[in-house]
Each structure stands twice: as structure tokens, then as C-alpha cells.
T-cell receptor, first 114, second 117 residues
Framework: GENVEQHPSTLSVQEGDSAVIKCTYSDSASNYFPWYKQELGKGPQLIIDIRSNVGEKKDQRIAVTLNKTAKHFSLHITETQPEDSAVYFCADKSLNALWGKLQFGAGTQVVVTP | GAVVSQHPSRVICKSGTSVKIECRSLDFQATTMFWYRQFPKKSLMLMATSNEGSKATYEQGVEKDKFLINHASLTLSTLTVTSAHPEDSSFYIC?????????????FGPGTRLLVL
């Protein structure tokens, strides 16, 4: 809950390189951190999530790390491909959040150039 | 991942008319659904939380008489934009919350592009 800051706002990477997006949250009661990928004209798609009892989670070329002490979490995309180009949103959910509402970051526009 | 559908995907209407958007969770039951509005190159702005069998909870600044929400079943929520005006033109996205223990994840629909002339 509360604010989620996301950086950078835009990220250009060469195909094959890695991309890292970082988010910082302020609510110490946050316990769930999803990442969504949104392609132009489409709804956000959940790509990976992590809960507060885990420090890292990986799914093929995508990984998320969580540092509860520092209150930040990051998305790592390795071996980037042109189809990874999209806007990525981080979010968090607080234990105190009514109805399990998510708080979203402002988004990162990722452009992967061939 | 779980599937949430929205209908229509895009709609054009005349100023003063009403438009209904449907949101369905196709492979799980959702007591809670959310309606968002998204402006170009902006983040998701939560409009309201839709709860099955009860009144929706609106975010501050969102007119409840303007944006009518009905969550009549565990798989369907509707958003009706009443007396639409050009400033209501936007991308409207719903999400459904899978509350199965251990999941507790939100899945989004594909969005509805509304253009009010």
C-alpha cells in the first residue's frame, strides 16, 4: 500500500543485454509484489510475482528480487528480445489493503533494439 | 495464467448516451473485481472496487452516479458510463482477484477503448 516508486521511466537496451527495473515501497505491511507487462493497446499481463517470505524468484529469463529491509524489489530480464519491448508495472499489496487493492508504480517503457 | 475477458474491446458512442462494459472471469470465481482507467502513457488509476452482491466502493473523486458498477455474479462485473461526454474517452480495464488460498492474485482483462464523440 501507500506509494510505490518505479525507476527508470524509460529503458533502452540492446537485444541480448539485461534489463533491470527497480521499485521502492513505503508500507512495511506490504507482503505481495507482482509485476505486469503491458503491450500497446492491451491489458496488463502478470509475468511474475513474489511474496514477502521469499527473497528471489525466477522464471526462465525473468527474475524478481525482494529486499524487505530496504523496502525495494527489482525485475531482472536477461537475454532481452524485441518481444520484451513493452511497459512494465510493479505493484505491491499491503496486509492492511482493503479488498486486496494493489498500488502501482508509474511504469517503465522498455525498448529492446535489435 | 487466468483469463479475464472484457466486452466490447472498443466502442464509439455519441455524447449523452450510456455505454456498458462487461468484465468476466472465465476460469475462476471472483468476489472482488476492480475497474481502472488509464490515460495515454500513464499508470493505472483505480476507479472502484466491485464486490459481488454488494455496492461498489469508489475511489475519491470518482462519481458513483456517473460510473455505475454492478457485480451480479461471481464471474461478471459491469461498468456503465452514463451520459458519456468526450472527457470520458479513455481506456478502461478491469481486473479480477483470484482469492484461492496461496493465489490471491489479480488478473487483468484486455481493456475497452471508449471514444465519445
Amino acid at each position: 500500500g501507500e506509494n510505490v516508486e518505479q525507476h527508470p521511466s524509460t529503458l533502452s537496451v540492446q537485444e541480448g543485454d539485461s534489463a533491470v527495473i527497480k521499485c521502492t515501497y513505503s508500507d512495511s505491511a506490504s507482503n505481495y509484489f507482482p509485476w505486469y507487462k503491458q503491450e500497446l493497446g492491451k491489458g496488463p499481463q502478470l509475468i511474475i510475482d513474489i511474496r514477502s517470505n521469499v527473497g528471489e524468484k525466477k522464471d526462465q529469463r525473468i527474475a524478481v528480487t525482494l529486499n524487505k529491509t530496504a523496502k525495494h524489489f527489482s525485475l531482472h530480464i536477461t537475454e532481452t528480445q524485441p518481444e520484451d519491448s513493452a511497459v512494465y508495472f510493479c505493484a505491491d499489496k499491503s496486509l492492511n489493503a482493503l479488498w486486496g487493492k494493489l498500488q502501482f508504480g508509474a511504469g517503465t517503457q522498455v525498448v529492446v533494439t535489435p | 495464467g487466468a483469463v479475464v475477458s472484457q466486452h466490447p474491446s472498443r466502442v464509439i458512442c455519441k455524447s449523452g448516451t450510456s455505454v456498458k462494459i462487461e468484465c468476466r472471469s472465465l476460469d475462476f470465481q471472483a468476489t472482488t473485481m476492480f475497474w481502472y482507467r488509464q490515460f495515454p502513457k500513464k499508470s493505472l488509476m483505480l476507479m472502484a472496487t466491485s464486490n459481488e452482491g454488494s455496492k461498489a466502493t469508489y475511489e475519491q473523486g470518482v462519481e458513483k452516479d456517473k460510473f455505475l458498477i454492478n457485480h451480479a455474479s461471481l464471474t461478471l462485473s459491469t461498468l456503465t458510463v452514463t451520459s458519456a461526454h468526450p472527457e470520458d474517452s479513455s481506456f478502461y480495464i478491469c481486473s479480477a482477484r483470484d482469492e484461492f488460498p496461496g493465489k490471491e492474485t489479480q488478473y487483468f482483462g484486455p481493456g475497452t477503448r471508449l471514444l465519445v464523440l
